[in-house]
């Protein structure tokens, strides 16, 4: 049996899911995943991410709907980065092609 000693010493905090913004770039080939989580009134919601190197980054849906725009006008799009500004409700994302 494990004391609580061990146990915080051995503890890691669940990884937070980060935002898609965070990264330098974003490849249109990365594989996009699903999970549901609790907010914080305790309501279930899900959420769409990618995840680089065992970190994910979370997508919000009006990102994906620019990525869409973008490869309607240009369909060798292949990275981009997205800019983000304000907070919570507020947010505001522009998604930059880089290629």
């Known amino acids: ?17 980060k935002n898609i913004a965070d990264l330098p770039q974003i490849s249109v ?9 609790i907010d914080n009134e305790g309501k279930p919601f899900k959420y769409k991410f990618v995840e680089v190197n065992g970190e994910k980054y979370r997508i919000p849906g009006s990102v994906i709907g620019m990525v869409k725009d973008l490869l309607g006008e240009n369909k060798n799009l292949k990275t981009f980065k997205v800019k983000r500004t304000g907070e919570g409700l507020k947010t505001r994302y522009t998604v930059i092609p880089l290629n």
């Open 1 to 17: 049996m494990a004391t609580l000693k061990d146990t915080a010493m051995a503890y890691t905090a669940e990884s937070k899911v």
């Open 29 to 37: 080939e990365f594989e996009i995943k699903e999970l549901e989580a």
